[in-house]
């Protein structure tokens, strides 16, 4: 039987939160409709802004107290980049965090948009699917990844022990296909943690508080 939905590359499916109920429904619809009608959720229902309230990119990468561990703050939302689909302000792997192989990652992630979001590390090429898979790293995920948290906060770690490309993608079905995800790279060859924000130079992470 012929599928009722258009091709993948013009259409994906999404769990929209209705207006009014907070029912989740399944549509079809244009990418570019998906993100409008996730951005006009947004705008009608508010931030709860006070949960990011002092978080600077200083703080996006932090060393711990701990040896070889560091901390990462993943804020859902951050700015209204990608209708809103973004992590720290980015989307479609426009931050790169580096992560030496063997270091502890320690994941503060807030959302404080009424829109369902999470954050699981997978492997890159499940930024490709309407449905991410599971962690590519024991514990490195948010709890009920696919269902997702809104106006709330999460944590999680594990431990980076397998270099390669990775993502830190939204588990929420179709929004890492609509661009929810930044880039995670596991790498022998680097000393230090860092961060690279867009195009500017990778900085390594803040200091310890």
């Known amino acids: 039987m012929k599928s009722p939905f258009p091709s993948a590359s013009l259409s994906l499916f999404l769990l929209a939160v209705c207006a009014g109920n907070g ?57 209204s980049n990608n209708y809103g689909m973004n992590f720290n302000g980015f989307s479609y792997g426009k931050a790169v965090y580096r992560i030496p192989t063997g270091w502890n990652v320690e994941v503060a992630f807030i959302n404080p948009s009424p829109v369902p979001h999470s954050a699981v590390v997978v ?9 991410v898979g599971e962690p590519a790293f024991k ?36 929004h890492a296909l609509a661009g929810h995800w930044i880039t995670l790279e596991v790498s022998a060859n680097v000393a230090a943690p860092t961060l690279q924000l867009g195009d500017a130079a990778p900085v390594q992470a803040s200091a310890a508080k």
């Open 123 to 131: 492997e890159r090429d499940q930024i490709k699917k309407l449905q």
């Open 23 to 79: 029912v989740l429904t399944s549509r079809a619809l244009g990418a570019d409709d998906a993100s409008k009608q996730h951005a006009a959720a947004h705008e009608g229902m508010g931030l709860k802004r006070e949960l990011i309230e002092g978080i600077t990119p200083a703080d996006f990468l932090r060393l711990s107290d701990k040896p070889k561990t560091v901390r990462i703050t993943l804020v859902a939302t951050y700015s």
């Open 139 to 174: 514990g490195g995920a948010t709890p009920s990844a696919t269902v997702g948290i809104s106006s709330n906060k999460a944590s999680f770690q594990f431990t980076a022990d397998e270099p390669g490309d990775y993502a830190l993608a939204c588990g929420f079905p179709s």
